[in-house]
């Protein structure tokens, strides 16, 4: 008895034990030589430990363009040995990589030389908020000549959309950060702000996304390792949790340093 199978697979299944495996064997060559032929893309085996945006990165896709090439439900779907096939540029922005438009305006602002040591990270312990509305409380409330504290501010869908990084004037300005109880730490920390209340719950997908591709790129042009990453808690001399209990800061680092 034999069973046929599509002409693009050329093989058929042999029932007789002796040559079963065989068969078989040809069968799955074949059919994986098929889906080369159709798709000659470049091809990535996972490692322990990697995750689809690191993936996506280093190949310069999206990660929704990896899951959809690969016909993945999740993006955490993956396992050391898997084969990820890499499709071509999808034209959305990179995994990684910051906004074609906000990466002109940063590449346009002027940076001293070793001024900057310190890429620190806050959270604004609220539901909700703006660059806009964080500005206009440092300026009335907390009487700050020079209005937000903070370099950047990202947005999580309240008050901001999610992800948006807004550049703050102390950054096109470069003037000396507002964020730490230090006046010394302030005028070499770039301060960096997620709207969220992250004791709470955890900063989203997006803004993390944005954060990773933010900070990355101010490493680079400050020439910074990514140990000069700190969280507000980490450096500040005085006590405090900011920027909160479930903010991953060792996935950032890990990924910054990967």
């Known amino acids: 008895m034999l069973l046929h199978y599509s002409e693009s697979m050329t093989l058929r299944f042999c029932v007789r034990t002796s040559i079963r495996t065989t068969c078989v064997l040809g069968l799955l060559l074949s059919f994986t030589a098929s889906l080369a032929a159709a798709d000659p893309g470049k091809q990535y085996v996972v490692r322990k430990n990697d995750t689809l945006t690191e993936i996506a990165r280093k190949h310069e896709v999206s990660v929704a363009a990896l899951m959809k090439h690969n016909q993945l439900d999740q993006p955490n779907w993956i396992y050391p040995g898997m084969v990820i096939r890499i499709p071509g540029s999808d034209g959305r922005k990179a995994a990684g990589s910051l906004d074609a438009a906000l990466r002109k305006k940063l590449d346009l602002i002027s940076v001293p030389s070793r001024k900057w040591r310190y890429v620190v990270v806050h959270h604004s312990a609220t539901e909700a908020g703006s660059a806009a509305g964080m500005d206009r409380y440092h300026r009335e409330e907390r009487h700050m000549e020079n209005g937000l504290a903070y370099h950047f501010v990202i947005g999580n869908g309240h008050g901001m959309r999610d992800g948006d990084i807004t550049i703050g004037n102390r950054w096109r300005e470069q003037l000396d950060g ?27 997908q997006k803004q993390m996304a944005s954060l990773q591709s933010l900070v990355g790129y101010l490493l680079k042009r400050c020439r910074l390792s990514a140990s000069a990453v700190k969280t507000h808690q980490q450096i500040n001399p005085v006590h405090t949790r900011c920027p909160g209990r479930q903010f991953p800061a060792r996935d950032l680092v890990k990924s910054l340093k990967s």
């Open 178 to 204: 507002g964020h730490l109880a230090s006046e010394s730490l302030n005028a070499k920390s770039i301060g960096i702000c997620l709207v969220g209340n992250f004791d709470q719950e955890r900063p989203t």
